[in-house]
Nanobody
Framework: QVQLVESGGGLVQAGGSLTLSCAASGSIFSINAWYWYRQAPGKQRELVAS???????VYADTVKGRFTISRINAKKTEFLQMSNLKPEDTAVYCCAADVQHSPSSAAYNYWGQGTQVTVSS
């Protein structure tokens, strides 16, 4: 019912920047919260950042001051601006969203497929 598609991943040198995008489509009344997660090989999945419908943002300590999450509600799109990237930021980055299908429905969590970010030293 809802599809999330990420874009913007790739290979970048340490100290560089990338911006990830995540576009939502389908049966959407509202998106109550957006998330970015990442998972590196052999490591647990980590919540990188989130943004609420009111614009409140939360960041993992590992990315504070370097990553910025934002969204354009009208376009049902969120972004993750990443700067001063480090090799330890290498991971598959997935977006997720809490979506309401109607004014009276509960919010359901949906995930994208993920996009690879590789930071070379």
């Amino acid at each position: 019912q809802v599809q999330l598609v990420e874009s913007g991943g790739g290979l970048v040198q340490a100290g560089g920047s990338l911006t990830l995008s995540c576009a939502a489509s389908g049966s959407i009344f509202s998106i109550n919260a957006w998330y970015w997660y990442r998972q590196a090989p052999g490591k647990q999945r980590e919540l990188v950042a989130s943004i609420s419908v009111g614009g409140v943002t939360v960041y993992a300590d590992t990315v504070k001051g370097r990553f910025t999450i934002s969204r354009i509600n009208a376009k049902k799109t969120e972004f993750l601006q990443m700067s001063n990237l480090k090799p330890e930021d290498t991971a598959v980055y997935c977006c997720a969203a809490d979506v309401q299908h109607s004014p009276s429905s509960a919010a359901y969590n949906y995930w994208g497929q993920g996009t690879q970010v590789t930071v070379s030293s």
